[in-house]
């Protein structure tokens, strides 16, 4: 029994190589950091455009309003 554990021991030893070099990961994180920072900077175009077209908010929804004086 012990020499079936040595063996399953020494067998889990071997080295695996990786499906790429270690700047790979690090050039695939990067890329998808970038085209994630670029969709988060196209939100930012569309507010920008639809700026004006916001509605002012309603009198009885404001901080200071008489609705919300007893919370």
Same mark, same amino acid.
């Given at each position: 029994?012990? /020499?079936?554990?040595?063996?399953?021991? /020494? /067998?889990? =030893?071997?080295?695996? =190589?990786?499906?790429?070099?270690?700047? @790979?990961?690090?050039?695939? /994180?990067?890329?998808?950091?970038?085209?994630?920072?670029?969709?988060?900077?196209?939100?930012?175009?569309?507010?920008?455009? %639809?700026?004006?077209?916001v509605v002012p908010p309603?009198p009885e929804l404001a901080? @200071? =309003?008489?609705? %919300?004086?007893? %919370?």
């Amino acid at each position: 029994m012990l /020499a079936t554990a040595v063996n399953v021991l /020494a /067998a889990e =030893s071997v080295e695996h =190589s990786m499906p790429m070099p270690p700047w @790979g990961f690090a050039l695939v /994180a990067a890329v998808v950091f970038i085209l994630l920072g670029l969709i988060v900077f196209s939100y930012r175009d569309v507010n920008n455009r %639809h700026h004006d077209e916001v509605v002012p908010p309603l009198p009885e929804l404001a901080a @200071g =309003s008489e609705a %919300h004086k007893g %919370h």
